[in-house]
């Protein structure tokens, strides 16, 4: 891999670092929709799975 090369993808990187894409955010279930819900449901279950091993 070039220097470019290099440069380039740990600027591709960074950029995924700013862009929200891993930023935490706050469950809002005002402004949760069916998936969201879902989503939730299956954390819980999981979560409970976890405790039981």
Do not use: H, I
């Amino acid at each position: 891999m070039t220097d470019n090369s290099m440069r380039q993808q740990f600027n591709a990187e960074q950029q995924d670092e700013t862009d929200g894409k891993y930023e935490d955010v706050q469950f809002n279930a005002e402004l949760a929709d069916e998936d969201d819900l879902e989503a939730v449901a299956r954390a819980n279950e999981a979560a409970a799975r976890q405790e039981q091993s």
